[in-house]
């Protein structure tokens, strides 16, 4: 059996996301969204998730290109001089590796963002990180340690088999992930020994903002076995502030809610789900929670 999470992140970043995360949900097999706290848009993204209660909700932290959520006088050494997060990955990367201030400074701002997200009220389907920050051994031990905390049974671990790519897209010549592969490594054994759900392959790295009709039908065709998560950035404009310019935003959403990739989520082998759905049972097997999965197939236009 095939296992299968369709996310939408950065909701909450403009009403654009949130009403193209409303009508792939409703219009189309998205199941899962990523909540950016610190968006601008955050209050009407939790508005329209509490009107979706088959819609998986996960925690998308934001460390980076943003404002924090905590006054930028106690998080000095992650901002700017403008009170952003500093931008460049690098850099901030390794001041939060080697400054003990850094640390406590970014345990504070991931804390105050889980805290937001418990005061939504919304169950806490899954955590990740904007451009998969969590990535960095450093920000990858704190969102378990804080997650815990807070509920934390699933998250992504960004690791893109290349023959899935291959066959959905024939002459496509994905990049191997040399730099990142030991490091998701990494997240995936902490997740896994602290008994947090991660997918056995995720999609959506090579073709972020440019997971079109064709690329989505032809991935899920084409799915290993086993739990797997394809995310995109659907919006129903890529005119808002903070949209990257090259970015698909409306084919995105176009592919969620297309008819071709509708019929092929209907495989009898596939189940569709948020990460909740698919949480282990005691008996070691995968658990497909039946009552959001037959909202979900009940979604899926003819």
């Known amino acids: ?29 998205l199941t899962a969204a990523s909540l950016m706290v610190t968006g601008p848009a955050a209050a009407d993204a939790v508005a329209r998730a509490r009107k979706m209660p088959s819609l998986g909700v996960g925690l998308h932290l934001v460390l980076i290109e943003s404002r924090p959520l905590l006054p930028p006088a106690a998080v000095p050494t992650l901002v700017d001089k403008d009170g952003r997060f500093r931008s460049g990955m690098v850099r901030l ?23 937001a997200f418990r005061a939504t ?30 509920g934390l049974k699933a998250s992504r671990v960004p690791t893109e088999p290349k023959a899935p790519l291959k066959l959905a897209e024939p002459g496509a010549n994905p990049v191997p992930a040399w730099v990142t592969a030991p490091w998701a490594g990494l997240l995936r054994r902490r997740l896994r020994a602290a008994g947090i759900l991660t997918p056995d392959q995720v999609f959506g790295l090579r073709w972020s903002g440019a997971m079109t009709k064709e690329r989505l039908r032809g991935l899920i065709h084409n799915l290993p076995p086993g739990l797997s998560e394809i995310y995109l950035h659907p ?26 990739v509708i019929a092929e989520s209907r495989d009898p082998s596939l189940r569709l789900g948020g990460f909740a759905d698919f949480l282990t049972s005691k008996n070691g097997g995968a658990m497909l929670g039946a009552s959001q999965n037959g909202e979900r197939n009940r979604s899926l236009a003819p």
């Open 1 to 29: 059996m095939k296992r299968l999470i369709i996310t939408a992140d950065d909701f909450g970043a403009a009403p654009e996301v949130n009403a193209a995360v409303e009508v792939a949900h409703h219009e189309g097999i």
């Open 235 to 260: 919006a129903t404009s890529g005119a808002f502030a903070g949209a990257v310019p090259d970015y698909l935003y409306e084919d995105e959403l176009a592919a969620l809610i297309s008819r071709d």
């Open 93 to 115: 990367g390794a001041d939060i590796f080697f400054s003990a201030r850094a640390r406590t400074e970014l345990a504070a701002e991931m804390t105050a963002q889980f805290e």
């Open 121 to 150: 009220g919304l169950s806490l389907d899954h955590c990740n990180a904007h451009k998969h920050f969590h990535l960095h051994p450093t920000i990858g031990r704190l969102m378990v340690d804080i997650g815990k905390r807070f």
